[in-house]
Each structure stands twice: as structure tokens, then as C-alpha cells.
């Protein structure tokens, strides 16, 4: 036997044994010396000594223990220190009396439940009174003065999980049952229940009458919650509930303290939890030792609440003495704070810490009695013990933004619905996005929009313009902008240079005229404008900030500037629908077959353009520092401005971010959007992504089942034809041709037929082609 | 039992659901119907299998609600993925009739046809279920943490969450049992199957002549007698507590456990149809009985130490909580079915009988008692009856008609398919207990 110790104390230590199997239950007889732990291949009884487990005598003697020795529950007698009964699994009620001279000290045998005894319980007070629950759905209650039960008890129902008598009722004893019931008895009546009701949703794997008071039984089941039931009403009522994190194996309350009871649980979790029953969400005390399930628990003392004994699966006895156990309040914060969606704000802490501010707006000067009022909290060393852990109620408080404040996200739908991520060249996004921040007072990001069309705009394109500084007609500020004054100089030069090569790129490349003469027009006048940009400071210091990487690589910037239409060039793959076969039984949504159709022609057109210049780009200079910058707003929470961005960029950045934080700021920004209802602008960036998870968002859920209109029966094969009644179901109801493609109907009277025969019909006639009479509508 | 006898089976290949069932005794019960109607709005179809367990309406419907559950509802699978694992779990079991009724639902959602070309063309993560499979297949008692640790926390890519392995496993072995069912009941191809099928058996050769005997008028009264006998026995089990040593007790159980039942002729091999071997790996491996005695072998599976109700549900439904509710929920059911009938006779307590079944089935995948005296299930099932359970949980590819129609030859055939039920859920929850006592220590 190994011993351990860890804190000594006067009388009594925090200390385990090692048994030689696991433990099913554990029971301490009445003086509080000595332990009975039973289980499948153990029943031994330990001597509690000063500093550690002694073992004093091993019950299951004979060379090939019988099954009477395979216990499922141990009771040790609270009346006659001599006599202990155990439950064992083949259905035998087993009593032992440690009085014996010979080693068996087996003094009776009842073999008079068919399956496993799950529970044995003495009589309180009556020396020779014996009840036992079985899985067979009987309880039976013995007299050990005699060979045969004196009674029996039929549940009625299924198996029979804790027995207990009541402490105080001399005649009254409780039952849980794997169904869900707890039943109270007379043991006078084996006849009939007294009252029966339902406490738990699956089994009741135990019960426990409040050592004080009269009433109050506490339930443990599988359903993961312990109740206490106030059993003096008329009504059975349920007075408190504790909701533990897996199902209750053993519930006792603890001696001298009214609220307090101690759990463990069948599976998985392997604690034992002492909870305040008020204070049912976090647990008073946890002793954490045990490496498996902890089988049995049980208080040393009836009279002491500071030692708990438990027995566990991995074969240890322990002793935990309270002082040691784990507070798990200590380490919880006693205040929480949320946001909502909207911008409230909800405040949860202590009362008495949220009413003595408002007694300080009351009665105006009214201070803290002591610093230590303040300190929200537990009174661990206060000496009233009763009340120790008990007073902690908080107080909730909510407080609501005004709508349309500053806290609201109003600045996110707005920049959400106005900014532009496609159809027009890059240049002219990035303004527009830019001017759309600075209306709502973003400047930084106004500026962020600015910086990115200077970086990555095709600057001097051979303007001669640029490098005299001059421009009448532009009104955009570009390159320039940056250069400041001390830099125009150099610019100058290096515009020179870049000509040159601007020049190559652009007799390689004559499809990017139009596109080209649109920005050499907006190129030259930066500098001039610059005085009027408007810039407040903090434009000025976030540009500052950006400029040494700017100037570095400046020279090279025209190579990479030729005016890539922003469309993204290599759309994922069309979408699913395609692939399905044209027979296919559903209808799919227009939405989805025109998005099929339209992004393939057009970007494939693109695409080719794309391969061939771009073998002649550069390397990207400025994309690390706005990889940065990105990730930065996304940090910062903005995902909005890092996806807008990525989205305008497109392929300039996009190989330099990895694809699953790209992956992550999309799916991101679309709940967000979804979240504000903002389908149009969801849908629009769930196109717009080039992640393929991404894209594929929007081809969820376009089936749609349909029934044929003659036999009312799902269509299963084809969208036109009714397999079973082989009618052609969806007939136009213009042309009276089935129709293939597109099926168009309307609502209202659910006639329709094919989208352009409807759409011209309804240009001439509001009624509905069928002849229904249906005024129709098309939008 | 009504003139059973006079009910002719069809001769030519057999149509309807079943080639032991005639149809007509399917089709004419009533209370079904409804769930049916229910089955055939949502799938489109009422399939063989559904309609069989028809003959149990209470049963089915609760099987219905976990199948769906546990294909169509939410779950961490993907519903082709789920598909799959049951194409591999049925050809496990050589059965051809899941595999291709869930091929067809496995393409419908959506799956990826070329790993319908093999195992070895699925993704790598599927492949590790393979041994998983095999286990729970045919040898669960062997599963131990060192399988689920393998699957659940390797340094590789493949790996599975316990969430999603717990709904794989439930898949599997709800899949292994069920083919026992099918095995059990004789369920047909569906019609729209076609293509090389195999049948699971040939139903024409042994089926008319084991009837004809029965038409036998002596063989008919001694069948009367086999009834009364065996409620006789029942009566006396039920109410005669025996007292037995330990020792006895140990030696029933070893007893009941490794008779062998299974006559040489029996264990012929079959060659696989491609459709199904494709999906197979390790072929060879089935079941074997459990050999405590060996030197190597796991000990005997205690049930009072790991039982559904305590344990079992109490990490479903930590892992997957619908799943152990409607799991539970079914268990409960097809414990407590009966209709106090048996043959000809009414208001009889069959509770030992169907208990008898269960701890049979549970005693041949090492799973014991202590409460229960093992010599009660050589007292009440027959030999006929055991080795056709025994085959139908273990070998349910090799179930011949002869073995169903040789045992209980008075009984009715929806009492035939109610031991199915016992069989096919007592094997599930055999196989999950024992995979789940295995993901409980990995988790210890």
C-alpha cells in the first residue's frame, strides 16, 4: 500500500491507497475509522489512520470467489458497527458480520431477485431492517432475523436504481427508476406507491434524503442535472436544479451545511463536484484526483462536513479534505461584459456592487465603507460558515444604443451597399471606394483606397503630361500625390525611365489601349491637386508612414501598371449545375443556369489577355506591405475593408495571401453581411471570391422539388415529364409547348411557361395567359 | 397459426419483398400503412426491408426516425461520406443489396463516382476506417483504444474527429446489423436494382420442399407439440429460481457461447461479386468465436461494467446526442415488443424467450450477465433456432432457407421477422458497446 500525503493537517490529510481493482462503491461506518470499498474483484475494508490508509481485513476469501462476491454496492450498517450488507451483480443480497471468528464472515444470502442488485440500504434507526432495488423492477425489504424477505415492492416499471430510506420518516423510503420516476413508499404498505412522480428524462441513477430536513430529496440522472425536491407539499415540487456536464452516478448531501451536496458522475468526467444548490452554475468545491470515473462517494462523518471519501474505476481510495479542494469560483470572473450585435452592451456583476453606484447618484455623496466592499466576492474566510458561497447573486444590466449612434454598425451597411468591387476599371473603384469612406468619416481607410490606386494603377503611362506636371483635364490625384515635394525631382527622372519601358508593353499589348488612354488622361495633375486634396493630418501621417516602401520601388512601378480590368481573371470553375445532366429532375434557379453561362464566355476572353503580358510583370513590391496592411484590418476587426480590397486587387494580391485566411476573411465578411441582411451585397462577394469553397456558397440549395400538376406526385426523374402518369407536366401555357429550360410561373395562380412566352405576354395583357383570370405580374 | 400451410410460395423467382415471406402476409397488415405512406412521401419508395419491418409498425417507425437521422439530418459527416461508409460496411457482409441501394443514393448526393471504382480510390481518410470496419464487422471484443487513437489523433493529415468517427461508427454498425436483417428475412432486390445482382441465396431449391414437409400432417403435430413444449419450458424458467455454483454458471455461458452450430456444408466459399469485392480488403477475416480460454484473448465483457443505458448513451450522447436518444429510444422499443402471442397461442408472457434471444446474441460476442443463467437459453431456443441466430448476427451472408424455415415451423412469419428485430439490435448494441468502451478508455 502506498501512502501520500499533502498537506497535514490535526486530525486528517489528503491521501489515497491503491486497490488492487477498480472500486464500484464505498462505504464508512459510523465512527468515521474505518472504509468498505466493494467492487467487482475487491471488498476490502481500510482503517482510517492519521496519515494514510491501513488495510485491516479482505472479505472475499476462497480460491475461486463466487459471483456474491462481485459487488455492485456496499452499505455499511450506521446502528451496529459489526454489520455490512453488499448488492452483487448475479441478483444476491449479501449481509456480513465482521463479529465472526472464522475468516468467511458471510452470515446471510438472499437470492431472491432474479437480476442484479443495484442498491442495499439499512433502516436509519432499525437495527435489523434491510431494503434492496433491483434491475429486475422490485424492491424487497428484509428482516435479517429471518431467512426471507418480509416484503416485496413492484415498481411497476423498469429497473429499480437507488434505494433510501427517508432519515426522518421512520416508514417511508424513496426509489429511483431507470424511467425517469422517483417513488415513495411506506414499508407498512407493499401493496401500493404512495406517490410517484417523474424527475428526470432517462434513468435516476440515485437519490439522497437531506440528512436535516424533512423534505428535501435530492435526484441525480442521465440527463446530467441533479434536483432537490421538496417532498413536504401536497405537490411534489422541484425547488432547485443544478445542471452538471455528464449524467450524476452518486449524489450525498454534505453533513452541517444546508445547501451543499457532493456529485460524481458515471462517465467521462471523472471530478467530484460539491455544489451550493443555489448557486447552481458553478460548482462550490471540485476535488479533481481521480484518473477514471469516481464510482462512490461518501462523507466520512455524518457530522463533519471538511472530509469526503471516494472510491474510483482507477483503483484508488482516496480521503480529500476540504481545505484542499479546487475553488472553481476563485478562478472564474465574477463580471462579464458583452456586446451585442447591435451595440449593446450587457453588464453582469455582484448586486451589491451594481446598486451602491446608483446609492451614490441618489444620495449623492454616499462613499464605500471600505476598499474592501469593493472586491466583489466570496467569503471564504468569513466565520459564518452557513453563509459561506451563498450570497452571490448578480445583477444583470443592458444597456441599449440608441439606434443610428456611433457604437451602431450603420457605417457598415452603407460602405457595404456603396462600395463598388466590380464593373469598372481598377482606377475608378479605388476613387470611388475612397470618396465613399470619406463620406462616412473614415478617413483612413478613404486614404487606404487612394494609396492602393497610386500603387498599383499603371502610373506614367507615356503621358508626356506626367513629367511636365501639368494637366488640365484630370482631376485625380495619383502618383504624385505621394511624391511630395522633395520627391518630385527624382520622380521626374524616373519617369523617364519608365517611359521607355511603358512604351514596350504597350506596343506588345494593343488590347489595353482604351483602358490605358483612360488613365494617362487622369495621370499628370496629381501634384498639382495636391494642395486640394483635402488631407486632414491623419491622411497625411498614414501616407508618411507608407512612404519608404513606396519610394523604393518606385522606379518600377509602370512595369506592373498596365490597367488590368479588375475582373477576376481565372473564375473558378463554372458552377455545379452545369454538370449536372441536362435530364436532371430539378429546376434549378435561373440565377444559377445564367451564372453558368455568362462568367465562362466572357472571362475566358479576358483570360487569354491576361497570358499575354503577363509574363511581363514584375514582381510585386508593394504587395507585402499590403499583405500587412490587410491583415492589419482584419485584425482589427474590419474585415469589410480587407475583403473590399481584396476583391478590387484581385490577382495583383491575391497569390500573396494564402488561400484558407482568404477563405477566412470571406466567410467572415459574409456572415457579417448575411447577418445584416445584405443578400445582394453577399452574393455579390461570394461571386466575386475566387476561393472555390467560397464560390460554391451560392450553389447551395438551388434544387427545387416539384410535383407533377396532374397526379400530385413528386417528379423524380425529369423536370418535364411525369414518370408516373407520363403526362407532360409543365406545358407553356402561351405556346402549349413543354417547356425544357426555364420554367417561369407565377405565384398567384401558379400557371407560367417559358420566361420569354410569359415575359412578352404579360408586356400586353395583365391577365394570365392560362385564361384564369389571374392578374398577373411580372418583375 | 392460420393454414400456413396452404399458402403456396411462389415457384418461379420469387417476387415481393421477400423470398421467405410471402407477400401476401406482408401486404395484409394494416397498422404500417401509414408509416409507409409517411416513407414513401420522403424517399419516394417504400424499399424490401421497409416493408418487412411493416410487420412491426411500432419498431419501424422508430427505426425510421434513426435512419433518417442519421442519413439525412445534420451530422459532422457529409451526407456522400455517410453513404460510402455504408456501401463499405454492407460488403462487409457481402451484401449486395445495400451496396447497390446505397451506391445509387451515395451518386444522388452528390458523391464522387470514381471511388465507387474501389476502396483504394476513396480518399485516405475513408481508407482508415477500414480496419474499424472489419473489427465491428466481425470481431468487435478486439477493438481496443489503441485502434481509436489511431484513427482519431495521428500525425498525419486523415484524421477524424471523435464526433465525426462516433457517427462512422454508428453508421457501421447500424449497416452490419441491418444486413443481418436482410439476411435474416431474405429481402429481395429491389426491382429497380438490376444489373449482376447476386442472389443472397437461392431461394427455390430448399424453400417448397422444407414446406411440403410441413404439410407433412405428423410433422405438423409434432410441431404443435414443439410449441407447447417450449412454453412448458418457459413456464418453468420463469418461475423456478435454480440455484447453480459459480462454477456451473461459467461453464453455461462457455457452453452456449462456443457451440458450434455451423455444419461444414455451410462454410463453402462463395466468390464475391466485383460490385462488392471492390469495397472489401482482408476478405478472409470474419467472425470466429470468442475464446476467452486462448492465451491472448480479451477477457469477457462485463455488463453490469459497460452497459448501454449507463455508459454507452451517457458518451453518445456527450458525442452525438440526437443519435443516443433515438439509438435508446429504439433499444427500448424492441425490448419491450410483444404481442403475448406465440403460434397459435395468445396472452403468453414471452419476456423469457425474447431475453433468452438477446443474451444469446450478446453471449456470442462475449458479452455476459452476471445475472442471468445461460442455462436457460439451451432450455428455450432449439437447435435449429440458435444456429440459425447464430448465422444471421454472425455469418448473415450464409443464411440459407433452410434455415429459416427449419426452425419454429408453427410459428408465424412476423414472429420470424421479430427475431430478426432481437438479433439485428442486440448485434448493434453489442458492437457499440464494445466501440464505444474503446473510445471511453481513449478518452480515460
Not at chain 1, 456592487?353 to 441618489?362: D, H, I, Q, R, Y
Not at chain 1, 527622372?493 to 487622369?522: C, M, V, Y
Not at chain 2, 426452425?407 to 408465424?412: G, L, N, V
Amino acid at each position: 500500500m502506498e501512502k501520500m500525503t499533502k498537506v497535514s493537517t490535526i486530525n486528517g490529510r489528503t491521501m489515497f491507497c491503491h486497490l488492487d481493482a477498480p472500486a464500484n462503491a464505498i462505504s464508512v461506518c459510523r465512527d468515521a475509522t474505518q472504509v468498505v470499498v466493494a467492487g467487482r474483484n475487491i471488498f476490502k475494508i481500510y482503517g482510517l489512520e492519521e496519515d494514510g490508509f491501513v488495510e485491516r481485513l479482505n472479505l472475499r476469501v476462497g480460491r475461486k470467489p463466487s459471483l456474491n462476491f462481485s459487488c455492485a454496492d456496499v452499505m455499511w450498517h450506521q446502528m451496529e458497527e459489526n454489520l455490512l450488507a453488499t448488492a452483487a451483480t448475479n441478483g444476491a443480497v449479501v449481509t456480513w458480520n465482521l463479529a465472526r471468528p472464522c475468516r468467511n464472515k458471510q452470515e446471510q444470502l438472499f437470492t431472491e431477485h432474479k437480476r442484479t442488485v443495484n442498491k442495499v440500504c439499512f433502516h436509519p434507526t432499525e437495527v435489523h431492517m434491510l431494503l434492496s432495488g433491483s434491475q429486475d423492477g422490485f424492491m424487497k425489504c428484509f428482516d435479517l432475523r429471518k431467512k426471507e424477505s418480509v416484503s416485496t415492492f413492484s415498481g411497476q416499471s423498469e429497473s429499480v436504481r437507488d434505494v433510501q430510506f427517508s432519515m426522518k420518516d421512520y416508514f417511508t423510503f424513496a426509489a429511483s427508476f431507470e424511467n425517469g420516476n422517483v417513488q415513495l413508499w411506506d414499508i407498512r404498505r407493499p401493496d401500493r406507491y404512495e406517490r410517484m412522480f417523474t424527475a428526470h428524462t432517462g434513468p435516476v441513477f440515485c437519490c439522497d434524503w437531506h440528512p436535516e430536513d424533512r423534505g428535501w430529496l435530492a435526484t441525480g440522472g442521465r440527463d446530467k442535472m441533479v434536483k432537490v425536491w421538496d417532498m413536504s407539499t401536497n405537490r411534489v415540487k422541484e425547488i432547485y436544479c443544478v445542471q452538471t456536464i455528464a449524467s450524476v452516478a452518486r449524489v450525498k448531501w454534505r453533513p452541517e451545511r444546508r445547501y451543499h451536496l457532493a456529485t460524481c458522475s458515471m462517465m467521462v468526467d471523472h471530478n467530484i463536484y460539491v455544489w451550493d444548490v443555489r448557486r447552481p452554475f458553478i460548482p462550490f468545491a471540485t476535488f479533481e484526483e481521480h484518473k477514471d470515473v469516481t464510482t462512490g462517494i461518501v462523507w466520512r462523518h455524518q457530522h463533519d462536513p471538511y472530509y469526503l471519501l471516494s472510491g474510483s474505476k482507477d483503483s484508488t481510495l482516496y480521503q480529500h479534505m476540504f481545505k484542499d479542494a479546487s475553488r472553481p469560483v476563485d478562478r472564474a470572473n465574477p463580471e462579464g461584459l458583452c456586446f451585442g450585435l447591435f451595440g449593446d452592451l450587457a453588464f453582469a456583476a455582484k448586486e451589491s456592487l451594481m446598486t451602491a453606484p446608483s446609492s451614490v447618484g441618489e444620495v449623492g455623496r454616499k462613499t464605500y465603507p471600505g476598499g474592501d466592499r469593493r472586491y466583489p466576492i466570496f467569503f471564504f474566510k468569513k466565520p459564518d460558515v452557513t453563509e459561506q458561497f451563498a450570497q452571490v447573486s448578480s445583477a444583470l444590466s443592458v444597456f441599449e444604443s440608441e439606434a443610428g449612434s456611433a457604437v451602431g454598425m450603420d457605417w457598415f451597411i452603407k460602405t457595404a451597399q456603396s462600395y463598388l468591387l466590380s464593373g469598372k476599371p481598377f482606377g475608378e473603384l479605388c476613387e470611388h471606394n475612397a470618396q465613399v469612406a470619406k463620406r462616412l468619416n473614415r478617413p483612413q481607410e478613404s486614404t487606404t483606397w487612394t494609396m492602393l490606386r497610386i500603387m498599383f494603377s499603371e502610373p506614367a503611362n507615356p503621358s508626356m503630361s506626367a513629367n511636365h506636371n501639368l494637366n488640365k483635364s484630370g482631376n485625380l490625384p495619383l502618383v504624385n500625390s505621394f511624391g511630395m515635394k522633395e520627391m518630385s525631382a527624382a520622380l521626374n527622372e524616373r519617369n523617364k525611365e519608365n517611359r521607355q519601358d511603358n512604351i514596350h508593353n504597350l506596343d506588345s499589348n494593343h488590347n489595353n489601349n482604351d483602358d490605358n488612354e483612360e488613365t494617362e488622361g487622369s495621370e499628370g495633375q496629381a501634384e498639382y491637386l495636391f494642395g486640394d486634396a483635402e488631407l486632414d493630418d491623419d491622411d497625411l501621417y498614414s501616407m508618411e508612414h507608407e512612404n519608404p516602401a513606396a519610394e523604393e520601388t518606385e522606379y518600377l512601378l509602370p512595369q506592373e501598371a498596365f490597367p488590368i480590368r479588375h475582373e477576376i481573371m481565372d473564375h473558378p470553375s463554372a458552377p455545379e449545375p452545369l454538370q449536372e445532366k441536362p435530364e436532371s429532375p430539378h429546376v434549378s434557379g435561373s440565377e444559377a443556369e445564367s451564372m453558368c453561362l455568362t462568367p465562362m464566355e466572357s472571362f475566358s476572353l479576358i483570360s487569354v489577355s491576361q497570358l499575354l503580358f503577363s509574363p511581363h510583370l514584375p514582381p510585386k513590391f508593394f504587395c507585402p506591405i499590403v499583405k500587412e496592411m490587410l491583415c492589419y484590418y482584419a485584425e482589427q476587426g474590419d474585415v469589410q475593408t480587407a475583403v473590399s480590397v481584396l476583391i478590387v486587387l484581385g490577382e495583383r494580391i491575391r497569390k500573396e495571401i494564402d488561400e484558407l485566411t482568404q477563405e477566412h476573411w470571406y466567410m467572415s465578411y459574409i456572415d457579417l453581411l448575411q447577418r445584416f441582411e445584405l443578400w445582394n451585397v453577399s452574393n455579390e462577394v461570394i461571386k466575386l471570391s475566387t476561393c472555390g469553397a467560397i464560390t460554391c456558397l451560392n450553389q447551395a440549395s438551388t434544387t427545387l422539388h416539384i410535383n407533377c400538376s396532374n397526379c400530385k406526385r413528386p417528379m423524380s426523374n425529369k423536370g418535364w415529364i411525369c414518370d408516373r402518369c407520363h403526362q407532360c407536366a409543365s406545358v407553356c401555357a402561351v405556346c402549349h409547348h413543354v417547356v425544357k429550360g426555364l420554367f417561369v410561373w407565377c405565384q398567384g395562380c401558379s400557371h407560367g411557361g417559358h420566361l420569354e412566352h410569359v415575359k412578352d405576354w404579360l408586356k400586353q395583357s395583365d391577365h394570365c395567359p392560362a385564361g384564369c383570370g389571374h392578374l398577373c405580374e411580372y418583375t | 397459426m392460420k393454414e400456413e400451410g396452404d399458402v403456396d410460395i411462389p415457384q418461379t423467382l420469387p417476387s415481393g419483398p421477400s423470398a421467405f415471406i410471402p407477400v401476401e402476409e406482408i401486404l395484409e397488415e394494416g397498422p404500417a400503412q401509414e408509416m409507409m405512406s409517411e416513407a414513401l412521401l420522403s424517399d419516394g419508395r417504400v424499399d424490401h426491408v421497409t416493408m418487412a419491418m411493416g410487420l412491426h409498425s411500432s419498431y419501424l417507425a422508430c427505426f425510421l426516425r434513426t435512419q433518417h437521422a442519421l442519413l439525412q439530418l445534420d451530422g459532422p459527416l457529409p451526407l456522400s461520406w455517410r453513404y460510402f461508409i455504408i456501401i463499405l460496411a454492407s460488403a462487409r457482409h457481402q451484401c449486395s443489396y445495400l451496396v447497390q441501394h446505397h451506391t445509387a443514393a451515395f451518386l444522388f448526393a452528390g458523391g464522387d463516382e470514381t471511388w465507387l471504382r474501389g476502396l483504394h480510390c476513396a480518399p485516405p481518410k475513408i481508407q482508415r476506417l477500414q480496419t474499424l470496419n472489419k473489427l465491428l464487422a466481425h470481431r468487435p471484443w478486439i477493438i481496443t483504444q489503441e485502434h481509436i487513437q489511431e484513427l482519431v489523433c495521428p500525425g498525419a493529415e486523415a484524421r477524424w474527429s471523435l464526433a465525426e468517427l462516433i457517427q462512422a461508427v454508428v453508421l457501421m454498425s447500424h449497416t452490419h446489423s441491418l444486413v443481418s436483417f436482410v439476411s435474416g428475412c431474405g429481402i429481395l432486390p429491389e426491382p429497380a436494382q438490376s444489373g449482376d445482382q447476386v442472389q443472397p441465396c437461392s431461394p427455390t431449391e430448399s424453400c417448397c420442399s422444407v414446406r411440403d414437409e410441413a404439410k407433412n400432417q405428423q410433422e405438423w403435430s409434432e410441431a404443435v407439440n414443439e410449441v407447447q413444449l417450449l412454453m412448458e419450458k418457459m413456464r418453468m424458467v420463469q418461475h423456478l429460481g435454480e440455484e447453480f455454483t459459480q462454477e456451473e454458471m461459467v461453464t453455461r455461458f462457455e457452453r452456449a457461447r462456443t457451440e458450434s452450430l455451423l455444419e461444414p456444408a455451410d462454410v463453402q466459399h462463395s466468390v464475391l461479386p466485383d460490385c462488392v469485392s471492390r469495397f472489401v480488403v482482408d476478405a478472409d477475416f470474419t467472425y470466429q468465436d470468442f475464446s476467452p480460454r486462448g492465451e491472448q484473448a480479451p477477457p469477457t465483457m462485463r455488463a453490469q461494467d459497460y452497459s448501454w443505458e449507463d455508459h454507452g448513451f451517457s458518451l453518445m450522447n456527450r458525442l452525438y446526442g440526437e443519435m443516443a436518444q433515438l439509438l435508446d429510444e429504439k433499444f427500448q422499443v424492441v425490448c419491450a415488443l410483444t404481442y403475448h402471442t406465440m403460434a397459435m397461442h395468445s396472452d403468453v408472457d414471452t419476456s423469457t424467450l425474447r431475453k433468452a434471444i438477446w443474451n444469446y446474441i450478446h453471449c456470442i460476442y462475449g458479452i455476459r450477465y452476471d445475472d442471468y443463467n445461460y442455462g436457460d437459453v439451451n432450455q428455450l431456443l432449439e437447435r435449429s433456432l440458435k444456429v440459425y441466430v447464430k448465422t444471421v448476427a454472425c455469418h448473415p451472408e450464409k443464411t440459407t432457407p433452410k434455415m429459416y424455415f427449419s426452425f419454429w415451423r408453427q410459428f408465424r412469419h412476423s414472429e420470424k421477422v421479430h427475431v430478426n428485430l432481437l438479433v439485428m439490435e442486440a448485434r448493434l448494441q453489442a458492437a457499440l458497446l464494445y466501440a464505444l468502451r474503446a473510445i471511453t478508455r481513449y478518452m480515460t
